[in-house]
Every structure is written in C-alpha cells, then in structure tokens.
C-alpha cells in the first residue's frame, strides 16, 4: 500500500514539474517575440520573472516530494512514538501542531530565499528582515491560538461522533466562514496601517459607484502594501452588505482616478453578480468531497504509513495527502473563476469606460512584471484570470 501512496505522489510531484517545464520552455520562445501590452523592457523583464518562479517552482516541488518520503516512510511513525502515549485530543492537538511546525521550519529557506532574494532581484519585494521576522512572530502565535483550537475541535469531533468526516466538515467550514468575517477587521490590522482615503473627490466617486451596486461601505481605506512589497492590488473586505473598501498604497500612486474606479468597478462587477457567495458555496462543495474522500479511507492506508487511526493519524493523513486532491481540483476552480473574471470586467467597463479598465489592466500587467502569454496546460491548471491578451481583447483593444 505505501508503495502505491508513493507513486501517487510521485505522479502528482511529475504533473507539477511537467508543467513548470512547459511553461518555462514556452515563456522561453514567446520573450523573443515582438513584445505585446507591456513596453519591451518589461516584457523581457517579465518573462525573465516568469522563469524564475518556475524554476523555483520545479525546486519547491522535489522539495515538497522529499518531505513527503520523509513524513510517509517514519517521520510519522516516529513523531506518533514520541507523542502519543493515551492519544487524547490534547495529545492530538500537540502532535498536529509539531507536524506542522516541523513542516514550516523545513520549508522556510525556501520562503525566505523567494522573498529576499528572487522577488527582491526583480524589484517586488520591500520588506526588511525585522519586519518579516515580526510578520512570522505574529503568525505563528495567531496560528498556535485559532489553528490550535481548530485542530482540538476537529481532534474532539473524531473521537467522538460516528459520521466524524461530515461533522469535521461542518465545523472547518463554520470556522472558515468565521475567520473570513473578521479577518479584514481584526487580523489585517496587525499587519498593516489603514489610513481613511483623505482625497474626498475620490471617495465621493468611490461611494456613488459603491450605491450604483448597493453596496454599503464602512469605509475606505489605503493600506500601506509598499513596506512589504511594491506589487499594485485593491480589494473590498468582509462579509455581508457592509464591506471596507482596501487599496492598497501601491495603487494609488500609480493608477489615475478614471482607472481607479474602473478597478473597483471591476470588483463591485464580483459583489454584484455574487461571485464571493458562489465562490464560498464552491469551497463547501470542494470542502465537503475532501472531507468525504479523506474521511473515508481504509484502515490499509493508516497501516501503510504506519499511524493509529486516532484523531492525530486521521488529521496528519489528512494534511499529507489534501495537497494531491486539491492539485486535481484546481482546473474546475480555474474554470470556474476565469468566467466570473469576464462578467466582472464588463461590469467595471460599464462603471468607467472600456478603455479606462484595458489601461489600468496593462498598467497592473507593467507595474506587476506579468507575462501576458502562457502555455495552454499551465492555464488549464493554475490561471483564476484569463489571460491577459484576451481580456483586453473582449474589452476591444486591438491586439496582434
Ligand atoms: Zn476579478
């Protein structure tokens, strides 16, 4: 049996890297081509970005695949030895959190050389070392509160109900949709600063675009992104009719006031046509068959990794093998969320004008190094946007 887990990874660990491979071996021809929507330096420059993530890509994956050897052929047998003595939910908890953690540290060169070194060569990344050290600090302890309660709920429910998976699947679902509604108010603001939009010719645009899509703001605010990174971006946080409006400082700077609120257009464009309710009632759908399929597992795989089919084996079992079942899903959300990026789009050209989204779309493409072609398989697989070049195209600029 635990051959058989293993070849399973290995085939998922060869579809990634397959990939990567043809996205750089295309991006590689298409940089010698005339340059399209980006000026040509940034259209080399963001092939050359391109490239490079791809190539760590393909590192990350043998790394990934590594600790996944490491973890299915004793790591968890030896963790559960040393852990495990009565198998409580306590002890349960405690086992998950070190897998976890022991996940993290083995991963975090691998972070911090994306963040300082790759991002930062290209010219994304802002953050200093004390910052992103806080960053961590603070992560870590919010995650060993709530991921630690969230965990000894789950570790509760298995040991107690019969239809555990379903009951899992409930209250991870409830937690979810929990943390989302208070994730902008109270955990953002650890992070970063929010200043109130003090430019009022703006914010009185913003609001009547906002009314336009009945949509009620509790407030508007920059949020000072440049400390980290330089990469342009907006978003409306929270949950229900009342929603903070967040763009980011990064934006502001560069984008004009006509493109602006045809960005948020295009957002509101999400609000209005209830992509943000589809997109969760999507989650519980993709939540609930990963909870249906790892839940129900026979005792061969927990034999095969060597673990007691305890809370600790179930959730660690669980964590080990979601990555695959989430890879598969992946095409289905892609599919799902490049159409909704069209409606959206038509929208916010209706709140502005056509031409004043296409140049905000190309200035976010130019100030954000993205290449605008990619191979059909990576599309497939890992694009929630539709390309670029046919974006702009619905939108009716002319485009070779
Ligand atoms: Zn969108």
Not at 41 to 69: G, H, M, P, R
Not at 92 to 105: E, P, R
Not at 323 to 346: C, H, K, T
């Amino acid at each position: 049996m635990i051959i058989c887990i293993i070849a399973i990874y290995f085939f998922y660990t060869f579809a990634k890297i397959y990939i990567s491979a043809s996205e750089i071996n295309f991006v590689s021809k298409a940089k010698n081509l005339p340059a399209v929507i980006l000026s040509s330096e940034n259209y080399q420059k963001a092939a050359e970005y391109k490239i490079a993530n791809e190539k760590f890509a393909v590192i990350s994956s043998f790394w990934d695949c590594a600790l996944f050897l490491f973890w299915a052929v004793f790591g968890l047998k030896m963790l559960q030895n040393l852990l495990i003595t009565e198998g409580g939910v306590l002890q349960s908890a405690v086992f998950i959190l070190v897998f976890i953690a022991v996940n993290f540290v083995l991963t975090l060169p691998f972070e911090i050389y994306s963040i300082f070194a790759k991002d930062r060569k290209f010219g994304f990344s802002t953050i200093e070392v004390k910052t992103y050290a806080i960053d961590n600090l603070k992560s870590a302890a919010i995650f060993v509160i709530v991921g630690g309660l969230i965990i000894s709920l789950v570790a509760w429910i298995l040991s107690t109900f019969a239809l555990w998976w379903f009951w899992s699947f409930a209250a991870v679902f409830a937690v979810i949709l929990v943390i989302n509604m208070f994730y902008p108010t109270l955990i953002v603001p650890l992070f970063n600063k929010f200043i109130p939009l003090e430019d009022s010719e703006l914010k009185n645009s913003i609001e009547i675009l906002m009314q336009k899509a009945g949509l009620i703001s509790s407030g508007i605010f920059t949020m000072d992104a440049s400390k980290r990174d330089n990469r342009l971006n907006a978003y409306f946080g929270g949950l229900g009719k009342s929603k903070r409006v967040v763009l980011f400082d990064t934006l502001v700077k560069k984008l004009d006031k006509n493109e602006l609120l045809a960005v948020l257009g295009h957002e509101l464009g999400h609000f209005k046509h209830k992509d943000i309710l589809k997109n969760i009632a999507l989650m519980a759908f993709l939540l609930f068959m990963l909870f249906a399929l790892l839940g129900n597992l026979p005792q061969s795989v927990y034999d095969a990794f060597g673990l007691e089919k305890g809370a600790h084996g179930i959730i660690a079992i669980f964590l080990l093998l979601s990555s695959i079942v989430s890879f598969v899903m992946m095409p289905l959300i892609g599919y799902l969320s490049r159409s909704n990026e069209y409606r959206a789009d038509e929208y916010g050209s209706e709140c502005e004008s056509k031409e004043a989204l296409a140049s905000a779309l190309v200035k976010l493409a130019d100030e954000n190094k993205s290449f605008p072609r990619s191979h059909f398989l990576y599309i497939f697989f890992y694009h929630t946007h539709p390309p670029l070049i046919e974006r702009l195209k619905t939108l009716g600029m002319d485009i070779k």
